[in-house]
């Protein structure tokens, strides 16, 4: 049977593989894997410290929202356009719960500045928001219709 320092470097060289850490990441993470299952290996629940830290934010809002690229408030991973796919995939975690955790107004996209800005530019070259106004019109004139049926 492995050790349990054994078990805390394959539980960790797992998560390393996924997320680019620093050697000194590294080490906290080993020390904190290693400490968790030395708890649960004496029948004892996992201390509460270790469980804030994974809720508590690794940057900073302002931080993790930059102009070309996003970083992950959880992880600190970075580098990327957009958080949702990151999320779902590495955290197991929706958009909104992710929002709800770390405080992000619904207003901030979850994507990188010039991304946002980017998608906005084609969205006006395509026109979509005349698009959109005719389908909210057409949808009020439907909506009347069927109140009048109804009477």
Not at 28 to 34: L, P, R, T
Not at 95 to 105: D, N, V
Not at 106 to 119: G, V
């Amino acid at each position: 049977m492995a050790t349990l320092l054994e078990m805390a470097q394959q539980i960790v060289t797992a998560h390393a593989a996924t997320t680019p850490m620093t050697t000194t990441e590294l080490l906290a993470e080993i020390q904190k894997v290693y400490t968790a299952l030395q708890s649960l290996e004496a029948g004892e629940m996992v201390s509460e410290s270790v469980a804030d830290e994974s809720t508590a934010p690794v940057i900073t809002l302002k931080q993790a929202f930059r102009t070309n690229e996003v970083v992950c408030m959880i992880c600190g991973k970075g580098g990327m356009k957009t958080l949702v796919r990151h999320l779902n995939q590495a955290h197991e975690m929706k958009p909104t719960a992710y929002r709800k955790q770390f405080g992000i107004p619904k207003t901030q996209p979850l994507m990188s500045k010039a991304y946002s800005a980017r998608r906005k530019e084609i969205a006006a070259g395509m026109d979509l928001g005349a698009n959109l106004e005719k389908a909210r019109a057409a949808r009020q004139v439907n909506l009347g219709k069927s109140k009048g049926k109804k009477k």
